[in-house]
């Protein structure tokens, strides 16, 4: 594997970005909610991380919003910030993909995923949150690459990675290469398994075609996000393929945790909350200290299990006459392993 | 043909595997009926009893990433003395509503394909794995028979049988047929002191070998499924102790008795090397059983 | 592992077996097909491999018409052979335990399950065929014990394992020590996996309970036989409990065949055949003569697509321009590897 | 924004992955559709048509062990060359009725996972794989996703990523989407010269791109799918001549071609240490893509 060196645009952190940066202000002064017609004013949409305060749809975030809202509001450090789209197939459809990128890149994002070491609950980690607003989340070149490197720079600093998706597929624009970034987030999955480092998948409206179909699919633990689309074919392409006709729910989070493809749905106002518990429960102890802790701990426990062994008396009778070293003698001391 | 306690017989001669064992006392025999009722008592303490108490910080994975969530198998991951471990077990519900929902804790191939994922977790992320065992099998279903209850069985027990990790399965109530076993192939198998292990319920033996649904007692008697036996069998590595009046009566207890047994038993497996746990894993489960042999054909 | 040398009892063979021994007439000279009602005699059973003449319906086999059968008619080797049922908890039902086994034995059998080492088709494996009328083929202590020996047997000869099933499943008068056979059976396939074996499973009429969920479901290839019943909770169990009504063909070899659980349904009278060209393809070459018996063969196919490309012009143009050592030449002469 | 064929220009230098392939001759245009045309072919062998020229000792296996068997993918294993051989393919029909049998050549997750159950196989018994990749996409039904497409295709790709065996994927017709990719992460990917490799099929880029279902052959013009191109940018690892005229016009000897590049390469593979393989088959798809560097942010 080539290891590139790591590229960290750390003038990208929160309160230094540039004016031309992303929209920290939504357009206009009010978002009205879909479901309920609510109006939000967008300083209201923010202190309530945009979801509708009175029926908790969930509006679409960018990548720096998820970013700002998983570390706390604490600053992150961007990796492999430098990627920028290329044009490997002189793509043109209703007009040229340069143009398209062009367009994406004025609103202010430099590409459809941005990767950032951050803390969330002061847990460490790589986070890869994708931008819905580039080219409909597409995963093309730089999305693979950045999430590849987010996997290496997890391994490289022994930290979990976790990624949030909002997609609608793979990137046509660039072809065949497009495609093969599903192989490519393979492969950082791989290299982190290979270090033993969790990765957490939450997966946010859409989540979508080719990147449904790869590493979203692949959490060690999915959480989605309530009413959000999680499908390889979306309703449209499978009614008119097949000229089903799809219940009104079809694919969305709740229902996808019915048929046992995602572990929670859950509210992304808990989401901190939940990830920081979640990275809390699976870090591993250094090996050392964790024998040696687990020892200590072990002794209190078997020193309560002695004091309650007390009130068992029935119990050693049951027992007797059994090879001692193969019983459980909550009464004997432990002989160091 | 020559029964267990001789040693030599018409045809035979014993073959000594458990005869050692068998050798000690036998269980009293009025106990096997009360331990059947204890193991079902619908306040036992059911796996996330346990875990709630054992495990403050517990994140339960759902669904099998093929088809389904199974409620009567509960699976995930938690802290347990400053490291992760994962959990699975059979989990029965304790009022008629949730009873239904648990399905009496009789798992289908979905269930145990929940947990296969987790072991897969476990082997990846290296988290030891401690299996809790409560079930009256494996649910008889036209569609979990269609989905492969069979060989989801055979795998998980496959599954468990190849871990690297160290793991632990614990009978916490009802042992009963391959829905249990399915979950049991580990480094030691322990039974709390009022759990039972069988290769079937008192129940299903009653209809079957006596064709007559009213003899479970006899059965169970038959069986001899208490923790007492299987530990003379070799079938069950320890005894843990339940707490006086029995799991039952008191929650709180049950778990730290439990948490002596689990928090030593995990640190001494973590201290053996890979293959000599991977070693003594297959020879537990090769050597178990009882036969003879014939001394000319 | 504890390897216990494996006892091997030729005095077994065909043709030498004691008349005592199993019944090779079935009772009485006649046998009427369940299906069809047609009446076939003892030896025209026997020549059909005990399928009816007129539809096809599989009868049981004993386990050594079996062995007899998938040999051709050669001697086999029996392994484990001396293994006889124990009573471990003095199991008394509607009768006791020893009486129940030593009536089965006084019918010729020495348990559920005969293991073998033999020939299929010249291609030397070690099968173990249960045996329907030895207490239902229920898996107890011996079965167990029998399967393992089987694999170790089959480990030490570096030979494929097969089994042939017919069983109600676990032996319940042997108790938990019955389950744990399930147990003893996954071990000595994982030993067998190790030592990169294969497991092929022939499903016959019953295959149930215990056995199903055990070793029955892991056969690398798994051949079913028609109409045999594989189930891990047999009809009336589930009927019983769930008050599902069942379909006709419930669990029977052609559904599990189209749920995905068995590779192929397979006549009896052609399962030789069909095993013996299996053994033939999983076969694995020596490991040096494989190297150099698949560079000749290269070689060779290299060279018939080396003329073939004599008429390939416009392929040149095409390729021209590219590393060479990425391209496939079939024009030019292999490198030694 | 800088074009792929300057390695300079506004806001960003040229990342050299894939430069020197493209600075290399462009395809000729006029050939895409014809090409397009070529891998659908529908008298084009499909991979039984393959298998019956290449290993006539040929056992197909059936069933994912979970749900169902899938008729879109084939999957067996061979006598190839004097040692055993596992295959998995799409396979289209010929005639309208076949054509429905294989649903057009569109796997359900059930034939990924027979796949998956193939691969497991070769780990463990130690076979090279070989993959024939010929479809117009994974099944996009509402059932089909239900019962986990998208987690299909991802673990498929995953568990060909890890197999320690030698593996090549053969793109011999039409190779869409992630459908096609899922047997596609090898050692080795090689295309025959009429195949085509692509993110979408030309008429779904068309109906979406360009909101036009009549588009196909300007879709097609634009993605450049054959196998020239596809060599060019990495994708391919190499092209397999076909016959005169194409593989559809002469079975037996579109046969031989690839015969005679698959044994060398399965030798070569083996050839290979197993840590060296599995470096290479990650770098291979670490390093595919194409993308600029930023100057400054
Ligand atoms: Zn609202
Ligand atoms: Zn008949």
Request: charged share 25%; net charge neutral.
């Amino acid at each position: 594997m080539s290891r590139r060196p790591i590229s960290i645009s750390i003038d990208r952190l929160r309160g230094k970005r540039p004016a031309t940066g992303p929209a920290r202000r939504l357009p206009g002064d009010e978002r009205s909610c879909p479901h309920c017609q609510s109006h939000f004013r967008a300083e209201e949409m923010e202190r309530n991380c945009y979801v509708c305060a009175v029926c908790d749809h969930h509006f679409g975030m960018t990548a720096r919003q998820r970013l700002d809202h998983l570390a706390g509001g604490e600053p992150w450090e961007e990796i492999g910030g430098e990627l920028r789209a290329a044009d490997p197939l002189r793509f043109v459809d209703l007009e040229p993909y340069t143009e398209r990128v062009r367009a994406a890149e004025a609103k202010g994002a430099t590409e459809a995923m941005i990767s950032a070491y951050l803390e969330i609950e002061g847990q460490p980690c790589v986070v890869s949150a994708m931008e819905f607003g580039f080219l409909g989340g597409s995963m093309g070149s730089v999305v693979g690459e950045r999430f590849a490197r987010a996997a290496e720079f997890a391994v490289a600093r022994n930290v979990p990675l976790i990624s949030v998706t909002s997609s609608g597929g793979a990137r046509m624009q660039e072809g065949v290469l497009a495609l093969m970034q599903m192989a490519k987030t393979i492969v950082a999955l791989d290299e982190l398994a290979d270090a033993r480092l969790p990765f957490v998948m939450v997966l946010a409206h859409p989540t979508t075609g080719g990147v449904w179909a790869s590493f979203a699919s692949l959490g060690d633990v999915t959480y989605a996000e309530p009413g959000a689309l999680i499908a390889f074919s979306g309703p449209r392409v499978i009614e008119q393929t097949t000229h089903e006709k799809l219940p009104a729910n079809f694919g969305l989070a709740e229902r996808q945790f019915e048929h046992g493809h995602v572990d929670a749905v859950v509210d992304r106002r808990e989401l901190p909350a939940r990830l920081g518990r979640l990275l809390g429960i699976l870090e591993q102890p250094p090996r050392d200290e964790s024998q040696s802790l687990a020892s200590q701990l072990a002794q209190n426990g078997s020193e309560r299990a002695a004091r309650m062994a007390q009130a068992l008396p029935s119990l050693s009778r049951r027992l007797r006459g059994r090879p001692a070293d193969a019983t459980y003698h909550p009464s004997r001391g432990h002989s160091g392993s | 043909m020559s029964t267990p306690t001789a040693s030599s017989g018409r045809g035979g001669r014993f073959v000594r595997r458990i005869a050692g064992r068998l050798a000690g006392s036998e269980a009293v025999p009025g106990d096997t009926w009360d331990a059947v009722l204890l193991a079902r008592h619908q306040d036992r303490p059911y796996p996330l009893d346990y875990i709630a108490r054992l495990m403050p910080d517990f994140e339960e994975l759902h669904g099998d990433r093929l088809k389904g969530d199974d409620p009567a198998i509960v699976a995930g991951i938690g802290r347990y003395h400053g490291a992760p471990l994962a959990v699975i077990g059979q989990q029965k519900g304790r009022d008629a509503q949730d009873r239904a929902y648990r399905n009496f804790g009789m798992p289908s191939p979905e269930g145990y394909r929940k947990g296969m994922r987790l072991m897969d977790l476990c082997e990846r992320l290296e988290i030891p794995l401690v299996t809790l065992i409560d079930t009256p099998g494996a649910f008889p279903g036209a569609d979990a028979e269609e989905r492969g209850q069979g060989g989801a069985i055979a795998r998980s027990m496959l599954m468990m049988l190849r871990l690297r990790v160290p793991t632990v399965a614990v009978i916490i109530g009802e042992g009963s047929s391959g829905g249990a076993l399915a979950l049991g192939v580990a480094d030691r198998v322990v039974m709390l002191e009022n759990a039972t292990y069988s290769v079937i319920s008192p129940e299903g033996a009653s209809a079957i070998l006596w064709r007559d649904a009213s003899k479970a007692k006899l059965a169970a008697a038959a069986f001899k499924p208490t923790a007492a036996n299987c530990y003379r069998w070799g079938v069950a590595d320890a005894v843990v102790p339940e707490p006086e009046g029995g799991a039952h009566s008191a929650h709180d207890e049950a778990a730290r008795l439990l948490d002596g047994y689990l928090s030593r038993t995990i640190r001494e497996l973590q201290a053996l090397p890979l293959a000599e746990r991977r070693r003594q894993r297959r020879e537990r489960f090769r050597r178990l059983g009882a036969m003879r042999e014939a001394t000319s054909a």
